[in-house]
């Protein structure tokens, strides 16, 4: 297996569109590292520069040390998954499985042996005469899976390859990628859109938007210190709520929305990163989960007490989400389910003050 690094990758399209703005990161030997990102953000761009099929611009990359600009895709020993898992109509599930192996020439018995170890570890078994038409989407993908898991390749690149399932076929591929991950003990790539699959799949995510790597982190961390706003709104579902207010000038550190109508007192662990930031404008950000209908007990002071009417109330079965609005924007909380709101009557709420994020106006990067 291998680590792949990319050093100051560009690429810009013909008609000098720039789709990656200068990439830095190191894939580690046997990371599972997630591309994530709003579509156009450049990840199948940087995907697919790795796999050699489309050329770096400027920056470099290497694959086990080795600088592999000018390798050609077939010399890189990299396998890559597609969306639309590509494979050949006319030919069997085996045949697909072997055709790559039959092009390099390897011995029938080896491209036997290979096929038949990779159907077992993808339940494929029983379908290995069967062509791709008679097959379900999963079993499809198994098989797209399974053409690069014969290759032994140093690193599989994964392009978003759960997106034509259906929600629940997502979900269980999901962790049958990252059984198979562990398994094979390789190295993977994987692009998705979907935050939920990176926070679910990935050892280590990086987050893209408009070609630029806004942050690389494991996905606690991300969600827990995001580095500006866009991750913070990015990572996490239902989204994190953000408004924007000023801090008190003097006396106690309270955050103020611009019409007043929510005020936190914040506790003395913010002076040090904030200071510096009194009687200036800032966005306030809150998770969902940190308005609550109920403050633990004990917990009193990390809390403040908020009057709202609740607008919207969706039960969830587990959980309950709330929509309500402050200063003419919608706001989410997420509560427990045992709880009983009413719609259209005064609420109280109370924000964990100790959860707070804050992001500049002017950067829009985190202020903690
Ligand atoms: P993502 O995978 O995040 O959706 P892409 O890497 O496919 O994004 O695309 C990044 C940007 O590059 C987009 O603005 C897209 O329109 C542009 N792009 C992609 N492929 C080409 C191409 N062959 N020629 C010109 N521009 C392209």
Redesign the pocket.
Known sequence: MADVTLRNVC?V???G?T??KDVNFEIKDREFVV?V????????????MIAGL?EISTGELFIDGKKVNDVSPKDRDIAMVFQNYALYPHMTVYENMAFGLKLRKFPKEEIAMRVNEAAKILNLEEYLQRKPKALSGGQRQRVAVGRAIVRKPKVFLF??PLSNLDAKLRVQMRTEISRLHQRLEATMVY?T?DQVEAMTMGDKIVV?KD?IVQQIDAPLNLYNFPANKFVAGFIGSPAMNFIKGQLSAEGELKFKTNGAELELILPDSYIEKLGSRRGKELWLGLRPEDITETVPAGAEKNFSKFETVLEVIEPMGNEIFLYFTVEGIQFTSRIASRTKPSLNVKTALYLDHTKCHFFSTDTEETLL
């Open positions: 690429k399209y013909e008609g569109n789709a990656v591309l990102g709003p579509s156009g953000c450049g990840k199948s761009t940087t995907l697919r489309e392009d978003e692009v859109h893209m070609g």
